[in-house]
C-alpha cells in the first residue's frame, strides 16, 4: 500500500512538532503507522525513519529493536531504489500503539530532537542529492538488517546512524549526513568486532564440548 501525503499537514511545522501534536491528540484512543504517515505528509519518508530509527537509542526492552527494524528495512530498501513516496504494506500500517504508551516515547524522544533540529539548516547539499539518497539507502539497509538482528550493541549506534541521515535529508543538512556517515562507520566496527568474538566464542565451546 502507498502512503499518500496528507496535504493538510504543516509543511513548515518540524518534526518535533508533529509528533508531539499525534501523540497528544485525546481524540484518539491508539495511534497507528497508518496515522504518523498521513500525519507527517510529503515528509513522511524522512519522518518515518526518525521514528523506527531514533527510539532505538533510547534504553528499550529487549526485542523492541526487532520489531522497529522490520519497518525500517522496508523504508531503507525504498530509499535505496530512489522512490519518493514510501510504501509500506497494510499489516505493518494497521499496526497501532495505545496512545499513552506512544506519548510516553515522544515525550523522551521529542528533548533530544528539539535540539537537533536547532542545529540543522541547508548545507553541504552535494551529500543531500537524489545519488547520494540512493547511495545512503545503501548504507542504511545494511545498518537496518544489523538492527533487526539479535546482536548484542547492534541497535543504539546503527539507530543513530540512520535518525542523522533522515534529519539530514529532511532538513538538507549534509552536516548531518555526514555525522551519519561516521557514526554508520563506528557501527559497522562495533558490531564486527562482537560478531568476531561471538564467532571465537563458538568455535572455543565447540572445541572444548567435542574435543577439536
Same mark, same amino acid.
Given at each position: 500500500?502507498?502512503?499518500?501525503?496528507?496535504?493538510?499537514?504543516?509543511?513548515?511545522?518540524?518534526?518535533? !512538532?508533529?509528533?508531539?501534536?499525534?501523540?497528544?491528540?485525546?481524540?484518539?484512543?491508539?495511534?497507528?503507522? =497508518?496515522?504518523?504517515?498521513?500525519?507527517?505528509? =510529503?515528509?513522511?519518508?524522512?519522518?518515518?525513519?526518525? !521514528?523506527?530509527?531514533?527510539?532505538?537509542?533510547?534504553?528499550?526492552?529487549?526485542?523492541?529493536?526487532?520489531?522497529? =527494524?522490520?519497518?525500517?528495512?522496508?523504508?531503507?530498501?525504498?530509499?535505496?531504489?530512489?522512490?519518493?513516496?514510501?510504501?509500506?504494506?497494510?499489516?505493518?500500517?494497521?499496526?497501532?500503539?495505545?496512545?499513552?504508551?506512544?506519548?510516553?516515547?515522544?515525550?523522551?524522544?521529542?528533548?533530544?530532537?528539539?535540539? +537537533?533540529?536547532?542545529?540543522?539548516?541547508?548545507?553541504?547539499?552535494?551529500?543531500?542529492?537524489?545519488?547520494?539518497?540512493?547511495?545512503?539507502?545503501?548504507?542504511?539497509?545494511?545498518?537496518?538488517?544489523?538492527?533487526?538482528?539479535?546482536?548484542?550493541?547492534?541497535?543504539?549506534?546503527?539507530?543513530?546512524?540512520?535518525?542523522?541521515?533522515?534529519?539530514?535529508? !529532511?532538513?538538507?543538512?549534509?552536516?548531518?549526513?555526514?555525522?551519519?556517515?561516521?557514526?554508520?562507520?563506528?557501527?559497522?566496527?562495533?558490531?564486527?568486532?562482537?560478531?568476531?568474538?561471538?564467532?571465537? +566464542?563458538?568455535?572455543?565451546?565447540?572445541?572444548?564440548?567435542?574435543?577439536?
Amino acid at each position: 500500500m502507498t502512503i499518500e501525503a496528507d496535504e493538510r499537514a504543516d509543511s513548515d511545522a518540524r518534526l518535533s !512538532v508533529l509528533l508531539l501534536s499525534l501523540a497528544e491528540d485525546p481524540a484518539r484512543a491508539r495511534v497507528s503507522i =497508518g496515522d504518523l504517515a498521513q500525519h507527517f505528509g =510529503g515528509r513522511a519518508f524522512g519522518a518515518l525513519l526518525v !521514528v523506527f530509527a531514533a527510539p532505538n537509542v533510547l534504553p528499550l526492552p529487549p526485542g523492541t529493536s526487532s520489531i522497529l =527494524g522490520l519497518p525500517l528495512l522496508y523504508l531503507t530498501f525504498q530509499m535505496m531504489l530512489g522512490r519518493r513516496i514510501p510504501w509500506l504494506p497494510g499489516w505493518i500500517l494497521a499496526r497501532s500503539f495505545e496512545r499513552g504508551q506512544f506519548l510516553g516515547v515522544v515525550q523522551r524522544l521529542v528533548p533530544w530532537l528539539r535540539r +537537533a533540529e536547532a542545529l540543522l539548516r541547508p548545507r553541504v547539499q552535494v551529500l543531500t542529492g537524489r545519488t547520494a539518497e540512493c547511495l545512503l539507502g545503501v548504507l542504511s539497509t545494511l545498518l537496518a538488517v544489523i538492527l533487526f538482528l539479535p546482536i548484542p550493541l547492534g541497535n543504539n549506534l546503527p539507530g543513530l546512524a540512520i535518525t542523522l541521515f533522515a534529519l539530514g535529508l !529532511v532538513e538538507r543538512d549534509g552536516a548531518a549526513i555526514a555525522a551519519g556517515l561516521a557514526t554508520s562507520f563506528a557501527a559497522l566496527a562495533v558490531v564486527s568486532g562482537v560478531v568476531y568474538g561471538m564467532l571465537l +566464542a563458538g568455535l572455543y565451546l565447540l572445541q572444548r564440548l567435542f574435543g577439536l
